[in-house]
T-cell receptor
Framework: GEDVEQSLFLSVREGDSSVINCTYTDSSSTYLYWYKQEPGAGLQLLTYIFSNMDMKQDQRLTVLLNKKDKHLSLRIADTQTGDSAIYFCAESFNTDKLIFGTGTRLQVFP | DGGITQSPKYLFRKEGQNVTLSCEQNLNHDAMYWYRQDPGQGLRLIYYSQIVNDFQKGDIAEGYSVSREKKESFPLTVTSAQKNPTAFYLC?????????????FGPGTRLTVT
């Protein structure tokens, strides 16, 4: 079955690292994605990882994929107040559909 | 500039009225999607279209209808049969000719039905 789960909230201090976690159930996923949604806006693709990779780094963002445990994480280094948003993970298969998680609301405080 | 536009940003309707939400893209994408987002919930897929003149129901299609007469346009009609239409509606599109299926989203339309 297709199911993607995330914790609902994360609160971090400015300058610290944030780690947002995601678990998925379908091992046939081909790509996994992280999207960011700012208040009242659409979703913005942050980064993605192919399912045969373990890690991908893109500036302050690091994606880790543990296929055995079906666990995906997004680490944001040196978190800033502008990083406050809802973060969605999503998975895709060999279809055109993406399955989205419930989203994690990241709050960054000074 | 290439992108996806949704209009209007805010929409108010009386209960019992049908309302159509606009979604246009100039990215030359084949596939387009409509999602509904409710507070504290993820995105739920309403309808999607992989090619002109064809579309498929998503997970929550009841009370909604769509058309795909042009590649760049995928309007969503929220009918009076939709029991709880107040929500944030997001349109997205993606290219079909790639293994990577990243979707690009519009800014959303917030619909309030009273």
């Amino acid at each position: 079955g297709e199911d993607v789960e995330q914790s609902l909230f994360l609160s971090v201090r400015e300058g610290d690292s944030s780690v947002i976690n995601c678990t998925y159930t379908d091992s046939s996923s081909t790509y996994l994605y992280w999207y960011k949604q700012e208040p009242g806006a659409g979703l913005q693709l942050l980064t993605y990882i192919f399912s045969n990779m373990d890690m991908k780094q893109d500036q302050r963002l690091t994606v880790l994929l543990n296929k055995k445990d079906k666990h995906l994480s997004l680490r944001i280094a040196d978190t800033q107040t502008g990083d406050s948003a809802i973060y969605f993970c999503a998975e895709s298969f060999n279809t055109d559909k993406l399955i989205f998680g419930t989203g994690t609301r990241l709050q960054v405080f000074p | 500039d290439g992108g996806i536009t949704q209009s209007p940003k805010y929409l108010f309707r009386k209960e019992g009225q049908n309302v159509t939400l606009s979604c246009e893209q100039n990215l030359n994408h084949d596939a387009m999607y409509w999602y509904r987002q409710d507070p504290g919930q993820g995105l739920r897929l309403i309808y999607y279209s992989q090619i002109v003149n064809d579309f498929q129901k998503g997970d929550i299609a009841e009370g909604y209808s769509v058309s795909r007469e042009k590649k760049e346009s995928f309007p969503l009609t929220v009918t009076s049969a939709q029991k709880n239409p107040t929500a944030f509606y997001l349109c997205a599109s993606s290219a079909r000719d790639r293994g990577l299926k990243e979707q690009y989203f519009g800014p959303g339309t917030r619909l309030t039905v009273t």
